[in-house]
T-cell receptor
Framework: DAGVTQSPTHLIKTRGQQVTLRCSPKSGHDTVSWYQQALGQGPQFIFQ???????QRGNFPDRFSGHQFPNYSSELNVNALLLGDSALYLC?????????????FGEGSRLTVL | GEDVEQSLFLSVREGDSSVINCTYT??????LYWYKQEPGAGLQLLTY?????DMKQDQRLTVLLNKKDKHLSLRIADTQTGDSAIYFC???????????FGPGTRLSVLP
């Protein structure tokens, strides 16, 4: 049973560039959430996708956008990168409204902005 | 606010018990979770507790919940070197789908 998979694992960009990160949820899960984890901090909620729509959004600017595909996989896009966007980006999948709704996390994509 | 607070560091001897504490702010939280993160890895769910419970035990892990004080703790019995990691407390609000995480407690287990 494949868990949550993310790609790429590491990438380096320069300020002003754009980046796309990808996520495949755990088998049987239909909801994908994205979190940003800056160095030494806990994960911060970016947004959640369900049925191909953004269901809830955290306190992140519009430079952060996403998409969910019919197969439940998801992308996170960040435009006009800033140095402060350097972080580990975590994707998590879940089954909303069923049981405890716990999040299952991928290994993350580590983004460095120079 | 929505801050979840944790002490940042804890150091224990191998074989001792570890107690990691957390305070949360939202009394409407339905579930509270403990996650573990090893270096360079994602977060792994350790255990959770429903808000109407006071205690939950799962092998070496014991979770205590004090709703009045909004205090959550994780006790690890017989701590091993493999338990060295960062432990995150998280709450899930009743009205939303997002989790709010604390800053994490770095547990160091000394031989």
């Amino acid at each position: 049973d494949a868990g949550v998979t993310q790609s790429p694992t590491h990438l380096i960009k320069t300020r002003g560039q754009q980046v796309t990160l990808r996520c495949s949820p755990k088998s049987g899960h239909d909801t994908v959430s994205w979190y940003q984890q800056a160095l030494g901090q806990g994960p911060q909620f970016i947004f959640q996708y369900y049925e191909e729509e953004e269901r809830q959004r955290g306190n992140f600017p519009d430079r952060f956008s996403g998409h969910q595909f019919p197969n439940y996989s998801s992308e996170l896009n960040v435009n006009a990168l800033l140095l402060g966007d350097s972080a580990l980006y975590l994707c998590a999948s879940s089954l909303p409204g069923r049981g405890t709704g716990e999040l299952f996390f991928g290994e993350g994509s580590r983004l460095t902005v120079l | 606010g929505e801050d979840v607070e944790q002490s940042l560091f804890l150091s224990v001897r191998e074989g001792d018990s570890s107690v990691i504490n957390c305070t949360y702010t939202d009394s409407s939280s339905t579930y509270l979770y403990w996650y573990k993160q090893e270096p360079g890895a994602g977060l792994q769910l350790l255990t959770y507790i429903f808000s109407n419970m006071d205690m939950k035990q799962d092998q070496r892990l014991t979770v205590l919940l004090n709703k009045k004080d909004k205090h959550l703790s994780l006790r690890i019995a017989d701590t091993q070197t493999g338990d060295s990691a960062i432990y995150f407390c998280a709450e899930r609000h009743n009205y939303g789908q997002n989790f709010v995480f604390g800053p994490g407690t770095r547990l160091s287990v000394l031989p």
